[in-house]
């Protein structure tokens, strides 16, 4: 898996947890995002992302008509969304306790 498909992997995690309680569109999604550093992570990323999400079965859509734009997609976790999350999460964890471990002796610089 190369870098680009790692990342793309990382961020469907990430809305999977932004998701977790929360009925989204696609920009109070991307604000999410930018709300936690995040900002360069915009809607044309994050549109791919839900497409496949949504394509997996893991995402209830809800429909709603707005003044701005004829229709907006609102976005949920199902129930088959919510166990792919706990799965990411036991991965990420993992994931996070080895790097933190191999990272243990490392340490910021600053540079002046």
Do not use: A
């Not at 008509?65 to 976005?75: A, G, Q, R, V």
């Not at 036991?90 to 306790?97: A, E, I, K, T």
């Amino acid at each position: 898996m190369d870098m680009t498909k790692k990342l793309i992997h990382i961020l469907e995690g990430c809305v999977l947890m932004i998701l977790k309680d929360k009925c989204l569109n696609l920009h109070e999604i991307s604000e999410e995002f930018r709300d936690n550093g995040l900002k360069d992570v915009e809607e044309g990323i994050l549109y791919p992302i839900l497409l496949k999400l949504e394509s997996e079965s893991l995402l209830d859509i809800d429909k709603k008509e707005s003044e701005e734009e004829p229709i907006l997609k609102y976005y949920s976790l199902n129930k088959k969304g919510r166990t792919q999350l706990n799965e990411y999460q036991v991965v990420w964890s993992n994931l996070r306790v080895i790097i933190d471990n191999l990272m243990g002796g490392f340490t910021i610089h600053e540079s002046r």
